[in-house]
C-alpha cells in the first residue's frame, strides 16, 4: 500500500460515522444449547466495533423473563417489560432460541423495535453450518436485527 492510499483509507475512515451504540439485554429460550449460546455470544463479539457498540445493561431481567421467547405476543410483552423497566433508548433485548437446528433472534427495543422502524426477527442461520453463505452475511443480519 502506498503512503497515499494509506492517507485516503485512513482518511475515509474517520470520516465514515461512528457505529451505533447498542445495549444488548440477552434473553435465551430455555432450551437453547450450549451452540447456540456460543454462537449467540461469538455473532455479538465479532459485531464490535465495526457494526455497532455493545454496552453492557443495567436493566433489570426480572420483567422479562416472563415474557417468554418466541414470537408473536412476546414482542409485546418485551416492549412493555422495556417501557416499565425505564429502558433508555438503544437498549434492546435479544430473545434467542433454536428450531430444527437453526438459530433464530428477535431483537426487541423501545416500542416493540431496536432503531428502525420495522419488528425485528431474523433466522441466522443452522448451527451445525452457520457461516454457510460467509460470515459477512451473518454478521449484516444480524447488525440489521440489534439495529
Known sequence: MTPISAAL???????????????????????????????????????????????????STEEIGRCGTHEPATQDCLAQALNRGGAETGEVILAFWEADGVLHWLCVGKSVRPFSGSRQSVALGPLADLYRNGESEVLHQAAACLT
Open 9 to 59: 483509507l485512513a482518511a475515509s475512515l474517520q470520516l465514515a460515522p461512528p457505529p451505533p451504540q447498542v445495549t444488548v439485554i440477552q434473553l435465551p429460550a430455555e432450551d437453547v444449547s450450549v451452540e447456540g449460546r456460543m454462537a449467540t455470544q461469538a455473532i455479538l463479539e465479532k459485531l464490535q466495533p465495526a457494526y455497532v457498540l455493545v454496552r453492557p445493561s443495567r436493566f
